[in-house]
């Protein structure tokens, strides 16, 4: 039976045969006390969070029934013409389309490439660490040095990826050029440099699983990819949940990676509607149109993270 | 498998895509922070220049190796028993430098002095957002509008009033290998690049410079550019005579037949065979400085770059192929951003600091800009300067960015011209399609409202 099971499941030796079975839960008993000492300690953090972002989303709601610029004083309640311009503007939708399409080809390949990662370090792969290290890595580099060094991997004429292809006899392929690629590039470049957020979560839930089951499913006889799909992948239900309901939002807010590597071109392909709203309330000064656009985003975010929390929850 | 080049990639320039620019401000830095420490003690000022309230307070986008000029400039009209006491502030260029500029216009405590380029002029003077210039003051201290060329004074006004005052002229223009021009047949007598004349000639000359090197012939950088395509065009679409021009509400006054002429032109000189249609600012960069190409077309700021480099530095004007000359510029200039409540006495500091600059325009020189201070282009120095006096006439036949609150250096309407325009160069749309997306884009630009006025 061991010669099936992999080796992280095995019932001696296997490291998730010490871990503690099942969550423990630490039972606080909040809210019976007076609140009076609490609030004093509340209080700073309530006055940094109503300062930092109350008051500004507060204030960008009423900048967006302006006609408030970056370079003036004066500023003109013009109404819901704001969003009117907004909902007409071309720019807008096709901005709004590249960070959707950005969130769709980015978020699957972040989730399904993080699980796999941890299930392969988790089944028991030697050198432990150097894996995880390896898988974590690009997570910790900022922004800036990992659009640089893909830069130079994207060259067209001397980069190593076109340098690669041609020596397998490929034609090169304009990664950062080609309107049809340059997204998938971004996304490809955003998958190596984040993957390991997800990947960590992914192997904290895996090593918290209960051996129990395993135990038990050995002693059916169940093989691995039956314990796969019916004990592991269930019982990261709620961690998937949690990793795509993160992914999605961090993926609808892209801007840095894209406004480094190619500033929204060529031709506007891969500009994410943040960028846009960078381009005309910062470039442009037109901090009013800005925000009317800020907020329809804002609408969009919240109605898909609603559909998610639904989704997930109806799964639950 | 691994490129040839060295690992640090060239500076970008002003105008170029804002890449390395973190590492950049961090070296530019700690220059400025040491000079602003040096300045107190080689000034005799007990206390750091930066805390000295009297302190004349100037902005500009200068780094690298122009920052380093600046600081010369700076410390040379420090000097002497009139000297100034002056606080700089070094900011990232681009286009976060124009909003913190307009910013601090619109809330009235602006520097007493900054650096514009004269092509965002139309975005700064009529919102008030810019002092006006006192020209006589200008002249008590030797300044006067006879010193600059008329080509580009004419654009340091708005409604008759001056509001800039120009330090430089620094056009897009073309650098080449001297040997491989030669081994062309590209050179004239006295071994000076040899004017084209004519579309096909320049054409003519990609092919026989590709053959000299064995590789290509003229590079430029263009991908993932938010101006170099723009830059190129406005150049060639000068020569043909024809005038671009955005009236407030549009539509754009665009020659859409002259306009495809270019760009059909631009397509056939980067062909992707002779003269590689693909490279970005930094490629383009890298391959001419590794040989890989015979000429290159670029601002004259990479000069200090492409010198180090070692290879047998030729610059020349940027070619006139077509009817009339023409050469895309723009020009760094003293501005006064608006303050609420000016002091007389510093606003005079002002006048004098902006006078005894420009007179420095020889030190600016050696970076590669064509000084718009007239008397120095006189000067036997100056004349020296190789290859900088071969472009020096630029200046008088420069062509800026339509005036336009949106236009100018580091806008959107830069970025939105060169979108359509790479995509015609990389093969992506045909040029009448481009020229079109141009024109579209320029009108959506003109129907905004303006934020400035």
Not at chain 2, 68 to 86: C, N
């Amino acid at each position: 039976m061991t010669t099936t099971a992999p080796p992280g499941t095995d019932t001696v030796t296997g490291p998730a045969s010490d871990r503690p079975g099942g969550l423990r839960r630490i039972g606080l008993k909040a809210g019976r006390t007076a609140q009076g000492p609490g609030l004093v300690f509340v209080v700073p953090f309530l006055l940094v969070f109503a300062l930092f972002l109350v008051w500004p989303i507060v204030h960008g709601l009423w900048m967006s029934f302006t006609d408030s610029s970056l370079a003036l004083r004066d500023t003109a309640f013009v109404g819901f013409d704001n969003y009117a311009e907004a909902f007409g503007d071309p720019d807008v939708w096709s901005s709004l389309g590249n960070t959707v399409v950005f969130t769709a080809i980015s978020s699957v390949p972040l989730v399904l490439i993080a699980l796999a990662m941890a299930l392969l370090v988790h089944s028991g792969l030697a050198g432990q660490w150097a894996w995880r290290l390896a898988f974590f890595a690009p997570y910790l580099l900022p922004v800036t040095v990992v659009t640089l060094v893909w830069t130079w991997l994207y060259q067209p004429e001397l980069g190593l990826a076109n340098q690669f292809l041609d020596t397998i006899g490929m034609a090169p392929v304009g990664w950062l050029s080609d309107e049809s690629v340059a997204m998938w590039s971004i996304a490809a470049l955003t998958v190596w440099w984040t993957v390991g957020f997800n990947f960590l979560l992914y192997l904290a839930a895996l090593q918290s699983l209960p051996s129990t089951y395993y135990e038990a499913a050995a002693l059916d006889g169940a093989g691995a990819w039956r314990r796969l799909w019916s004990i592991t992948l269930p019982q990261l239900r709620r961690t998937t949940a949690l990793v795509a309901m993160l992914q999605v939002l961090a993926s609808l807010k892209v801007f840095d990676q894209i406004y480094i590597l190619t500033k929204g071109g060529p031709n506007g392909s891969t500009r994410p509607v943040l960028e846009y709203v960078y381009d005309v309330g910062f470039t442009g000064y037109r901090l009013g149109y800005a925000s009317a656009v800020s907020y329809l985003f804002f609408a969009l975010v919240i109605v898909v993270s609603l559909v998610q929390l639904r989704l997930f929850r109806q799964e639950d | 498998m691994f490129p040839r080049f060295s690992a640090s990639p060239p500076a970008p320039a002003p105008g170029a895509a804002p890449d390395l620019t973190r590492r950049r401000l961090l070296r530019n830095g700690t220059a400025a922070a040491g000079a602003l420490l040096a300045a107190g003690p080689l000034s005799g000022c007990a206390s750091p220049a930066a805390a000295d309230a009297s302190a004349l307070s100037v902005w500009d986008l200068f780094q690298g190796g122009d920052g380093m000029l600046m600081d010369d400039m700076i410390k040379a009209v420090s000097k002497g028993p009139q000297r100034f006491e002056v606080e700089r502030t070094i900011l990232d260029w681009g286009p976060s430098y124009y909003t913190k500029l307009a910013m601090s216009a619109a809330g009235g405590r602006a520097s007493d002095v900054a650096i514009m380029h004269l092509s965002r002029l139309a975005g700064y003077a009529p919102g008030g957002l810019l002092d006006p210039f006192d020209l006589d003051l200008l002249a008590e201290f030797g300044v006067s509008q006879a010193d600059f060329a008329p080509a580009v004074w004419s654009r340091t006004q708005h409604d008759g009033t001056v509001y800039a005052i120009p330090l430089d002229v620094h056009p897009f223009i073309v650098f080449y290998d001297k040997e491989a021009a030669d081994t062309a047949g590209l050179l004239d007598s006295s071994g000076e690049l040899a004017p084209m004349g004519s579309p096909e000639a320049l054409l003519d000359a990609g092919k026989a410079l590709a053959k000299a090197t064995g590789q290509k012939g003229i590079l430029f950088g263009h991908v993932t550019d938010t101006a170099q395509t723009w830059r190129q065009f406005a150049a060639f679409y000068a020569q043909t005579g024809a005038t671009f021009t955005l009236p407030d509400g549009g539509p754009p006054k665009i020659d859409v037949d002259a306009a495809v002429r270019v760009v059909t032109f631009m397509q056939q000189l980067f062909d992707g065979r002779t003269n590689p249609n693909n490279l970005d600012y930094n490629g383009a960069m890298a391959g001419f400085i590794g040989g890989r190409g015979g000429m290159i077309m670029l601002g004259e700021w990479e000069l200090p770059t492409l010198k180090k480099s070692g290879i047998p530095l030729g610059a020349a004007r940027f070619p006139q192929v077509f009817e009339k000359p023409g050469v895309y510029t723009d020009s760094h200039s003293f501005v006064l951003p608006h303050q609420e409540n000016p002091d007389p006495a510093r606003r005079r500091q002002a006048h004098r600091y902006v006078a005894e600059m420009v007179k420095q325009s020889l030190t600016w020189a050696t970076a590669g800009h064509i000084p718009a201070y007239q008397p120095v282009l006189a000067e036997p120095e100056y004349a020296a300067l190789d290859p900088q006096s071969s472009y020096a006439d630029a200046g008088e036949v420069a062509v800026l960015d339509p005036p336009n609150w949106f236009a100018g250096a580091a806008s959107n309407f830069q970025n939105r011209m060169c979108q359509p325009l790479q995509a015609a160069l990389l093969g992506n749309t045909s040029a009448e399609k481009a020229v079109r997306q141009m024109v579209r884009e320029a009108d959506t630009l003109l129907r905004q409202p303006n934020p400035v006025a």
